[in-house]
């Protein structure tokens, strides 16, 4: 454990699998007592048991982050369960992909409850105790499509861009309770998701799978995909007392792969 983060009580939400899972496990071998959520059931419990099996305290809430009263359950069991929240790393399933022309109102609708409105609702729930007692850490998992467009992923460039404008208006507003608010702005990491949007590249352009992540990979100087610990580690710093004069930040990590400033 190396980062003074042992007892501390962290949500991580969209943990299920994926980026959130693996930021979960790298905040659990620090020693953290975890709420991790996500929709699906069945997987939920599943990385329970994993991560449970290495020894880490955590409990689960079934949620659909795009619902406002289940939003307010994960804050309430962690309160519950014990007793404050340290730290909330907040994390989403992914948007539908699309080009403007191919999303229709509803699909605009969703992606601002699924990409903003989720992260406006937890952010106010959580608060409430951070300034209470006068500390606390928000992380915003968010994309590098906030630097670097990606043409087919239309919602994530366009809604998550609020996240970067909360993230300053946040730090600006709750420094002085002593919590620091920042971003994380991943690049490609290689989750199950990433592996369904290859494979649906593959078969439409007529290749293997392991060719498109590999071409992937190709775009990014450090030569490989990210993993999803990578992303746990650098959440794992932003909530250490050692990141403790950064906040307002927007933190990319991405192989190198992001070219603008
Ligand atoms: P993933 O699909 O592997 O995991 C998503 C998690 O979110 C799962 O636990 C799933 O159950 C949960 N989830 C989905 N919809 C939900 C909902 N409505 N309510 C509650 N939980 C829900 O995805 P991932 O690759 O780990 O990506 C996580 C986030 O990071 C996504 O928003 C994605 O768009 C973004 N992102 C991913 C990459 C990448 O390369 N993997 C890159 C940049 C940004």
Redesign the pocket.
Known sequence: MRYGLKGRVAIV??????????VARVLGREGMRLII????RE??AE?QRELRGEGIEVETVV?????RS?VRRIVDVAVGRYGTVDVLVY?????KPGTFMELSDEDWEYGVR??LM?AIWITRDVVDHMIRKRSGNIIY?????LKQPIPS?TL?NVVRLSIAGLVKTLAHQLGPYNIRVNGI??????????R??ASDRARREGKAVDQVLLELASQIPIGR??R?EDVGELAAFLASDTASYISGSLIGIDGGMVLCL
């Open positions: 939400t969209a943990a299920s699998r994926g980026i959130g899972l693996g959520s996500s929709r699906d997987r939920l990385a949620a659909d982050i795009t619902v289940d994390n989403t399933g992914p948007p699924l990409l989720s998992i968010t994309s590098s499509t992923l994530s702005l991943q690049g490609y990491v290689d989750t199950e998701r990433l369904e949007v995909l990210g999803p």
